[in-house]
C-alpha cells in the first residue's frame, strides 16, 4: 500500500489540508444558507408590504365617498398601481418565481387589479352596476390575495426544507469524510510507529 511508504510528517501534512478543504467546503454551504436565509428574510418583507398597501386598497375603497372628490378616486388609482408594482417584486423574488403556483395567483392578482382600475375609471356615482362591480372585484382580489398568501407560505416552507436538508446532508457528508479519514489516518500512523 502507497500509504504505508509515506513519512509522518507527510501524513499530517496531508491530513490537515483535508481539514482544510472540508472545512472550506462546509464553510461555503453555510455562507449559501446565510444568503438563502437572508433572501427569505426580505421576501417576508416585501410580502409584508404587499399585504399592508392591499389591506390600505380595501379600506381606501370602502370607504370612498359618494361624493364627487376626484383626489380620493386618484389615490385609490395610486394604490392599485403601486399593489401591482409590489406584486411583481414579490413575484420577481428568487423563492417565489420557483413556485408556479405563487406565479399564477400572482398573474390572476395583477390581471384583476387591472379590472378593478378599468372598472374605477368607468365608474359614475350614478351608475349602481360598475358600483356593484367594482365591489365584486375588491372581493375577488381579497379572496386571491389569500390564496396568494397560502401560496407564498407553501413556497417559504419549501425553500426553508431544501435549505435545512442541504445544510443536513453537507454536515453528515463532511462528519462521515472525516471520521473515516482520521480512522484511516491513526490506522497508518500507528503501523508507522
Known amino acids: ?110 390581471s384583476l387589479l387591472e379590472n378593478f382600475e378599468r372598472t374605477l375609471r368607468i365608474n359614475n356615482d350614478t351608475d349602481r352596476v360598475s358600483n356593484m362591480q367594482a365591489r365584486t372585484d375588491m372581493d375577488l382580489l381579497g379572496a386571491f390575495m389569500e390564496e396568494l398568501n397560502l401560496a407564498l407560505s407553501e413556497a417559504e416552507e419549501n425553500a426553508r426544507k431544501r435549505r435545512n436538508l442541504q445544510m443536513g446532508l453537507s454536515m453528515a457528508l463532511g462528519i462521515f469524510i472525516l471520521a473515516n479519514y482520521l480512522i484511516i489516518f491513526t490506522m497508518n500512523l500507528t503501523r508507522a510507529f
Open 1 to 110: 500500500m502507497i500509504i504505508r511508504n509515506i513519512s509522518i510528517r507527510s501524513l499530517l501534512i496531508m491530513t490537515s489540508l483535508v481539514l482544510v478543504l472540508l472545512l472550506s467546503l462546509l464553510t461555503l454551504v453555510y455562507m449559501d444558507a446565510s444568503r438563502r436565509v437572508v433572501r427569505h428574510s426580505e421576501l417576508l418583507a416585501e410580502r409584508s408590504k404587499l399585504n399592508i398597501g392591499f389591506l390600505s386598497l380595501q379600506n381606501n375603497f370602502h370607504s370612498l365617498s359618494p361624493e364627487e372628490k376626484p383626489g380620493e378616486l386618484s389615490d385609490l388609482l395610486q394604490q392599485i398601481h403601486h399593489l401591482e408594482e409590489q406584486i411583481r417584486v414579490v413575484i420577481s423574488h428568487e423563492i417565489s418565481s420557483r413556485d408556479e403556483r405563487v406565479t399564477r395567483k400572482a398573474e390572476q392578482i395583477l
